[in-house]
Every structure is written in structure tokens, then in C-alpha cells.
């Protein structure tokens, strides 16, 4: 543990901003469970936690839940909402993973990375805001990385008493970004971090790093043949668009939104080649067609299939408002230049405030991500990162300076938005393995002699390792 006590100390603020009847129903659950209690009557005995439904798995039991928060954690008597989680419980005396997407929840069982690592149990956060976790009405102010990171806080100080042992905090791209705001707003609660994919976009209008990715990753040919079919959408403008009103006259999409179908139409193609390489592999340009010679409907297919007509729609839109809202308020979003297409492009890169409905204001506070940057590159404690060296999104990751303690920054080569520690060398593979084992309390001796010896606890299990097939939006809005 690096830590002393941290839990009891969160516990005490949690009981002081609930007021003085929350104060004593929090009081009265703080004793320990008996063991001969259920573990679901365990969960139900927390205020402000109920239960949606259980859902049985071997060797698990797999919960999703609602839980009571405030909607603003600073005036938490001015209101609360339902925020969805799951919980995959393996045992008591297992350590646990605080995993969120910085989306919506999965209410599937699934495991991430480093539960399989750790063998352990696994509570999984909706983000605030992302439907049905949204208050209503909805203050979008409220809709604040510090905001979120509370909400984390409050349900590891709730279920810490049920999980004892050591917690880790995880989550990829958005959700890595997640964990490492609440590491950076509540040091005291994990033992240990593991982010994947981070974005870390410190300065919003200097891009340049972008910039520089794409000029060098893969190879001239792929990077030749995607800048060509981008370049060949736009040339072919017209009867791709007359297509694309057919497709949303079919599918019911509407942009009112984004402004309309051809503001809709580039802001697809603009993204070709950036989704292509956040979620493809080098090996896969050989499938992307010879522009030249495409007929009009390959162009539609491969841009389709990688970027997704429907993504700008109204209907498409709508699920990521609240995404498209930080990143237009706090994360950021980066614009590139794309000199291949010069003169056919009409908006260039739009930003998030084109994708968030007008009647929802929006401000950039431009000291949010710095002040992230500058707290984990003094402060990092036990935190993994780890990147793709394909991924868009490493471009500007998160870094480590002097002053940090057992952290480290990985790169999977050749890997996507889908790195993760097993597409690490060897080599780094191995230290990654065995510190997760430490930090999370389980490391076997061997592996603690020898980092080459560290594997993961758990056994592989085809469903609960699956990732989520819902794909976020390109973190490009």
C-alpha cells in the first residue's frame, strides 16, 4: 500500500458533504460486514446503492447497479442523480480494478487488462452524463473532469470497506485520461495506475506533433494510398453526397446539429485516414483500394467501413454530446494539416462546438489540461502509460519527469488505439506484468525476483477478455 489510512480520510469527507442525515446512515453501515453476509446484501446495505439486475457468470457474480450521487459535489444538498456501475466480484479478499471507459458502461461482464493480471474483481463507472447517468435537467457545468473524478471517489469510498485489499484505476483512451484526472484529484485512493492510449493534448491550438505523426507512420506507400482515397472522396463530392442523401433519407439521419448533409459529409472523410490508423494495422492498406481506379461505391465502402456515414448525423451524434462537450470545454481536440487537400476541403477540421447542440453553451478553460500535465510529470506514483506506435493518439501522450515514482511510459510497436501490455516487447511486457502484480498487492515471489517470471493470475476467458464492440467516436471531433 502507498498509502496510510487513505480510505478512512475519504470516507470523512465523503460523511461530511452529505449533510447530517447522510452522515448518520453512513455511520451506521461503517462497521464491517459479517463474512456469513451476502455479498450482493453487502453492496445493497451502501446509501444511495440499488440494484438494476444480477447477472450470472462462472466463477463470478456480476452486478450492475445505480448509485446516488450529488449532481455538483461541491453543493451536494442542491441535488443527485443515478449514475450507473457494474460490479464484477470475484472475492473479498481479492484486490480490485476501478475500470471506466469515460463513456457509457458495458452492462455485459467484462474484464479489463489488468483484472486478468491481478485476478481480482472489477467495478466498472458510467461517466457522468453519458445516458441514463445524466441528471435531469441537466446543468452541463456539472459535466467537469473534476466532477467525474469525484464520483469515482465516492464509489471506491463506499465499496472500499466491502474490498479491503489494494485498488487500481484503468481505462483506455478516454477512460485512460479518466483515471489519470482522479489519480490527479484523489492521489490517496488507488494504489496504483494503468492508462492506456491517454491523449494528453495540453496546448489545444498547437498541433503540431500531429502533424509530424502523420508525415512518418507506416510506410509512403499506405500513407500515399489512404491520402489519395481521402483526396478522391472529396473530388467525387458530388455523387458520393447524392449517396449519402439516399443513406440518411433510408436511415432517418438528420444534421441539424452539424448544420447540414455537406458539412456532415467532409467531417467523415476528414477522418479517414485519422480512424484508419487509430483502430487498423499497417498489414490492413493492402484492403484500401487504388483511388484512381475506384469506382464511386468502393470510395463510398472504404470510407464508410472506417469512418462511418452515420457518425455526424443528429442520431449519431447524440449518444457522444457529452464527449464532444469536454472536449470543446477542457480536454481539447486537435486539427491537423492535410496539404493533399488543399482546395477541396470547405471546413477543415471542425471543432467540437459543431457537434454539440447550440442550446448547450460552452466555454474552453485552457488551464485543465495543464495543470493535469504539469501534477503527473511532478507527481506520478506507481502510474503506468502505455501507447500504440501507430495510434494517432501518441502523438501527444502524457509524460514523466523527474520527480515521479515507479511510473513509466510504454510503446507497443506497430500497435493501435487497441494497445495494451501484452503487445509490449518482451521485455517490457514483463516489468508491466509484475508491477501491476505489486502495486495491486498479488505479485507471486518468483515474480517478484524476477520480473521475467510475472504473468497474469487469472486464466483467459474469451467472453469476459472480449473488448466492447461499440466503438467510441474518433477522439477528433
Known amino acids: 500500500m502507498r498509502k496510510t489510512l487513505g480510505w478512512l480520510l475519504s470516507l470523512v469527507v465523503l460523511i461530511g458533504t452529505m449533510g447530517a442525515a447522510g452522515s448518520t446512515a453512513q455511520a451506521a453501515t461503517a462497521a464491517e460486514p459479517t463474512a456469513a453476509t451476502d455479498i450482493k446484501d453487502q453492496i445493497l446495505g451502501i446509501p444511495g446503492m440499488s440494484l438494476i439486475e444480477e447477472k450470472p457468470y462462472p466463477g463470478y457474480r456480476f452486478f450492475v447497479l445505480n448509485y446516488e450521487q450529488p449532481v455538483d459535489h461541491r453543493q451536494p444538498w442542491k441535488g443527485t442523480f443515478k449514475q450507473r456501475l457494474t460490479l464484477l466480484h470475484k472475492d473479498v479478499s481479492r484486490p480490485s480494478v476501478f475500470f471506466t471507459s469515460g463513456y457509457n458502461v458495458s452492462t455485459s461482464p467484462r474484464r479489463s487488462e489488468p483484472t486478468t493480471i491481478i485476478d481480482g474483481n472489477q467495478v466498472s463507472m458510467e461517466y457522468r452524463f453519458f445516458t441514463p447517468s445524466r441528471p435531469d435537467p441537466a446543468n452541463w457545468s456539472h459535466l467537469d473532469i473534476w466532477q467525474a473524478a469525484s464520483d469515482q471517489h465516492r464509489i471506491f469510498t463506499a465499496l472500499k470497506r466491502i474490498y479491503p485489499k489494494n485498488w487500481l484505476s484503468t481505462g483506455a483512451s478516454k477512460g485512460g485520461m479518466t483515471a489519470t484526472y482522479y489519480e490527479r484529484f484523489y492521489p490517496r485512493d488507488m494504489d496504483g495506475v494503468v492508462a492506456y492510449v491517454a491523449p494528453n493534448d495540453v496546448v489545444n491550438n498547437e498541433d503540431s506533433a500531429y502533424d509530424r505523426f502523420f508525415a512518418k507512420v507506416g510506410t509512403k506507400e499506405c500513407r500515399d494510398r489512404l491520402n489519395a482515397v481521402q483526396r478522391e472522396a472529396l473530388v467525387r463530392r458530388e455523387p458520393l453526397e447524392a449517396k449519402y442523401a439516399v443513406a440518411a433519407a433510408e436511415n432517418g439521419w438528420t444534421f441539424t446539429t452539424v448544420g447540414d448533409l455537406d458539412r456532415a459529409y467532409e467531417a467523415v472523410v476528414l477522418d479517414y485516414v485519422w480512424a484508419f490508423w487509430q483502430y487498423s494495422l499497417l498489414a490492413d492498406c493492402a484492403s484500401v483500394p487504388a483511388a484512381a481506379t475506384a469506382s464511386d461505391q468502393e470510395i463510398w465502402d472504404t470510407i464508410d467501413a472506417i469512418s462511418g456515414f452515420s457518425a455526424y448525423s443528429d442520431q449519431g451524434l447524440q449518444t457522444y454530446t457529452p464527449y464532444y462537450y469536454q472536449a470543446g470545454t477542457q480536454l481539447g481536440s486537435p486539427d491537423i494539416k492535410q496539404p493533399h487537400l488543399k482546395g477541396l ?70 500497435a493501435n488505439h487497441g494497445a ?4 509490449l516487447m518482451d521485455g517490457e511486457k514483463a516489468l508491466a506484468t509484475s508491477k501491476i502484480l505489486q502495486w495491486a498487492g498479488v505479485a507471486p515471489a518468483a515474480a517478484l525476483a524476477d520480473a521475467g517470471k510475472a504473468a497474469p493470475l487469472a486464466a483467459p476467458d474469451a467472453q469476459l477478455d472480449q473488448p466492447d464492440l461499440e466503438r467510441e467516436p474518433q477522439l477528433r471531433p
Do not use: C
Not at 478553460?365 to 501518441?394: C, E, I, S, T
Open 345 to 414: 476541403s470547405r471546413y477543415g477540421y471542425q471543432p467540437p462546438r459543431n457537434f454539440v447542440p447550440r442550446d448547450i453553451p460552452m466555454t474552453f478553460q485552457p488551464g485543465a489540461m495543464a495543470d493535469v500535465d504539469k501534477w503527473v510529470r511532478n507527481n506520478a506514483n506507481q502510474m503506468l502509460f502505455v501507447y500504440g506506435q501507430n495510434d494517432p493518439w501518441g502523438a501527444e501522450p502524457f509524460r514523466l519527469g523527474y520527480g515521479v515514482r515507479d511510473s513509466h511510459v510504454m510503446i507497443a510497436p506497430g
Open 420 to 423: 495494451n501490455v501484452s503487445r
